[in-house]
């Protein structure tokens, strides 16, 4: 059994961007392994989707993938051949498509996509539905949004996050621990690195590194902006980039933020904490901003030395993670620590 | 005449990267416009300069250049040839600079390239040098320091403010008229684009576009790195763009931001008020942030499309400005009001 072999068919719901590009992904990977495999009679990964859009629909069959437009028919085949469902839908769809998962595949197991986990899990536990359910954050994206901006490669070293709460929140069946063991083959076959961590830890990180950068790129454009034509036309790199995720589509960003809420608070509130720090010594009679300038500088010298910014470019073809790894049997002895460990040092998982 | 004839030699103090740089460039320059000529007997433009560490000097000497470490030499050599003297060293050494220049080479016009323009020009007017002297700020750099890093295209296509109050606050002499020509002449020669702006409107504008940013991305490290190793290892693009300057070297950061508290409180104000209303909607029961974010798009895509960040790529392989151009007669009738209107506007100048 490979290690990113995969126990069922996948079932996707929605192929915009983040669906549409696992189904081709899922789809490419399944052709090499039965590429490498054809002297063997096992069958390839089977996978097919949903969506709401008949001309979408009906362009994704044309480049030749298994979809449809009846989400009633797509749960009637995902629950007879007991597939993994993926909600690949942003938040507001998500009660929706519990509703009619409950009454339509009520064996299937489900993982989702949705940047903000908290919400998603809060509601699935509404439903009673929290043993069924692994929640996952694939953190990739582009400009683009639908089936035509979809592309096989997007998860490409990509991080994968993948949530544990139900096994400290509960005692999770036999069957849980399958969805989970297969919500994280299925992310590393696409590619991905795959980073454990409850939904409280990650909505709290993605609010500090994900969402604030937003908040930040909006307000120095407008403050840049209001300087008139003068200040744009004096505007270099340090604007263009701290600017850059400024020109993100507005709903795609307030549905990531607004989501957030309560995380991104904390987190803006920090940032005000130091700004107003700032501001404070700018304003006395020898003015020094050595604490956050001092501070800052070594912070980014942590992440530039964490993610490999500053290394040299490798000769290597082969893609060497920055991040420690973690081998975990899940379900053994001390595989929820592990997981806890992995989360606080940021490692990614890889099941044996 | 060329339109780009400096009517004098070039004497450069300081020869870190900017300065460094420019020798470079007019040097370079200086060799092209004779190889064109060679026909002609005219002179070529005379370019030295001084650094006061003798190593650097020394190297810069075996690297063909006519540069020296004797600081009262350069400036007896640069008085005797009535060269246009460049103060290319940060702002705390200016002082130092006026001192020895009103002693040793009092019938020289100069120019320097700090970053803050204010400061200079009050410092100069204190000297009662104002007639001698045209505030000028190349905006360029590189994360590298020192005549080693120099370059000769350092300053192609980057922005080059020169300054005009002395025209607005005084009656300029036909000497001053002369110095204002041949800085933006020697501006233009090293492929810079000349953008006249007064003291006060470019101080507050690289407040806005240059200082802030590094507030902002100081901040956000500091929040990342707060949230430990998970916050690092999900941290992607909008965090590594939004962080970048942060890496700059800290006293080169204070150095700006410092000299510039004045401005630089004006946009931190506008900035925290954008936040706190941010923080304010965030705290409401159905958070919103269409506000900030509807307007931070906004003023993206009009900063994109001002720069051309969005225009498809040219396949001329002639740069093509995206600033209007201004072209003026310097001393002519409106000229001063030419002046402040490209300043509006952030165009570009061309002498005639």
Redesign the interface.
Known sequence: MSINEISRPICILGLGLIGGSLLRALAQASQMDSGRDNQHDQGDLVVYGYNRSPSAASTARNDGYDVSNDLIETLQRAEIDKALIVLATPMPAIAGLLDVISEHAPSCGFTDVVSVKGEVYKLVQEYGMADRYVGGHP?AGTAHSGWSASRADLFRR??W?VTFDHAIDADPSRDWLRLWVDVVHMASKVGAEV?P?RVR??D???A???H???????????????????????????????????????NL??AM??TN?VA??D??????S???D??DH??MED????D?????????????A??G?NKEQSVSPTHISN?PVFRLHPGGPQWVNQLIQA?????RIEVV
Chains 1, 2 share one sequence.
Do not use: K, W
């Open positions: 953190m990509a991080v996050v980073i961590a830890q990650h709290a990180a993605v500090r590194v994900s604030l950068p937003h908040l930040l790129a909006e307000t120095l454009a407008i403050v840049g902006d209001n300087g008139g034509a003068l200040s744009l036309s004096l505007a270099a790199g340090s604007f263009r980039d701290g600017t850059r995720v400024a020109g993100t589509a507005p960003v307030r933020c607004e809420h991104l608070l987190a803006l509130d920090e940032a005000l130091l700004l107003n700032a501001r700018l304003l003015p020094s901003l050595a956050l300038v001092d501070n800052g500088y070594r912070s980014r010298i942590r992440f530039e964490r993610s910014l991040r989360e606080n040092t940021g490692a």
